[in-house]
C-alpha cells in the first residue's frame, strides 16, 4: 500500500511543468493580472494543454520599451527549472498600443530555448 503511494507521488512530482508569464509594462499601470490568473487557474485559453500539477512560478513585465527586462531575467529562470513561457495576451490584442518590439521578444526568449507560447487569456 505505501508503495503504491511513494509511485503516485514521484509520478505528480515529474509531470510538473513550471510556467512564466511576460506582460507588457504600460498594460501593467492597469492590469493587476487577473485574467492571466484566472486563466490558469481553470486551465483555460492557452493554459488548456496543463495539468493539475502545473505551476505559475513567474509573472513580471517587460521592463518597459524595448523590452529590456526579458533578457536579464531569462538566466534565472532557466536556473529555477521554467519549462514554458506565455506572452501576455495583452502584448497581442488589437485593442492595446501595439507593441513594437514583439518580434524581438519572442526571438530573445526562442534563443534563450525556452519554449514559447503566444497568449494567456484571450
Ligand atoms: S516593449 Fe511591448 S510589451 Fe513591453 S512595454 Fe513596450 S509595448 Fe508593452
Excluded: W
Amino acid at each position: 500500500m505505501e508503495m503504491l503511494f511513494i509511485d503516485k507521488h514521484i509520478g505528480d512530482i515529474e509531470s510538473t511543468t513550471r510556467i512564466a508569464v511576460i506582460r507588457c509594462d504600460i498594460v501593467s499601470e492597469a492590469c493587476p493580472g487577473v485574467g492571466c490568473f484566472m486563466a490558469f487557474n481553470k486551465r483555460s485559453m492557452h493554459f488548456s494543454e496543463y495539468g493539475p500539477n502545473a505551476q505559475m512560478v513567474a509573472f513580471f513585465t517587460c521592463g518597459g520599451c524595448s523590452g529590456r527586462r526579458v533578457y536579464r531575467l531569462l538566466g534565472s529562470l532557466k536556473k529555477r527549472g521554467v519549462d514554458v513561457i506565455h506572452l501576455s495576451s495583452c502584448m497581442q490584442m488589437e485593442n492595446y498600443p501595439e507593441c513594437p518590439h514583439i518580434d524581438e521578444i519572442k526571438k530573445t526568449v526562442e534563443n534563450a530555448g525556452i519554449r514559447l507560447v503566444e497568449g494567456t487569456h484571450h
